[in-house]
């Protein structure tokens, strides 16, 4: 009976913690996203910054 009981303590635990883990993932998702969207926006400003200063030469 003891180790039935004690397997449902720690069952409860491991329910929370993969809960908030996969919270963390998912708010790892969102800024992994958030970041690729963001360099490849500095990305283009980089080309756009290039392509202007070469019409400027000319």
């Known amino acids: 009976m ?3 009981s004690n397997s ?7 329910i929370s913690s993969s809960s908030f883990s996969c919270s963390i993932c998912m708010l ?3 800024f992994l ?3 690729t ?3 490849r926006l500095e990305l283009y400003i980089a080309v756009l910054r290039y392509f202007s ?3 400027r030469k000319c």
Do not use: N, Q
């Open 53 to 55: 200063s070469e019409m």
């Open 37 to 39: 969207i963001f360099s």
């Open 8 to 14: 449902k303590v720690f069952l409860y635990p491991e």
């Open 2 to 4: 003891r180790v039935s």
């Open 28 to 30: 790892f998702g969102t």
């Open 33 to 35: 996203i958030a970041d």
